[in-house]
C-alpha cells in the first residue's frame, strides 16, 4: 500500500557528489522510519542509512559515514540520501525502503522497497 520511487543517481568521477530523492505514495501516513541500502553486482543487498519518522535518530553504515547525510521531509513524503566524496567502491543501485516499525530496525522489517537507482562512480 506504500509505492517508493527512487531518483538522482547518475555516474559521476571519484570525489563528486549526489542527491538521491526517494518519493513515497499511497498510505504514507503509516511510515515511521525510512532508510537506503545498495547493492554492487555479485554483493547482497547492504544497509547504508536509516532515519525515524522526526528526524531525530539516524544511523550510517561505517564506510559512509561522514560523507553521506540522510534527511526526511514528510510533508513530501521524501527522504533524501546526500553522497559526498563518493568512490568507485560507492559503485551499486541504492534503493530506498519504508517501515511501520519505530526504532532502529533489521532490514526484514522494511515493509515497502523502491526498484531503485544507479549511481556509477568512476576513477
Known amino acids: 500500500q506504500v509505492q517508493l520511487v527512487e531518483s538522482g543517481g547518475g555516474q559521476v568521477q571519484a570525489g563528486g557528489s549526489l542527491r538521491l530523492s526517494c518519493a513515497a505514495s499511497?498510505?504514507?501516513?503509516?511510515?515511521?522510519?525510512m532508510g537506503w541500502f545498495r547493492q554492487a553486482p555479485g554483493k547482497e543487498r547492504e544497509f547504508v542509512a536509516r532515519?525515524?519518522?522526526?528526524?531525530?535518530?539516524?544511523g550510517y553504515a561505517d564506510s559512509v559515514k561522514g560523507r553521506f547525510t540522510i534527511s526526511r521531509d514528510n510533508a513530501k513524503n521524501t527522504v533524501y540520501l546526500q553522497l559526498n566524496s563518493l568512490q568507485p567502491e560507492d559503485t551499486a543501485i541504492y534503493y530506498c525502503a519504508v517501515s511501520h516499525t519505530i526504532g532502529v530496525i533489521a532490514r526484514s522489517q522494511y515493509d515497502y522497497w523502491g526498484q531503485g537507482t544507479q549511481v556509477t562512480v568512476s576513477s
Open positions: 532515519i525515524s519518522r522526526s528526524s531525530g535518530n539516524t
Open positions: 499511497g498510505r504514507t501516513l503509516s511510515i515511521y522510519t
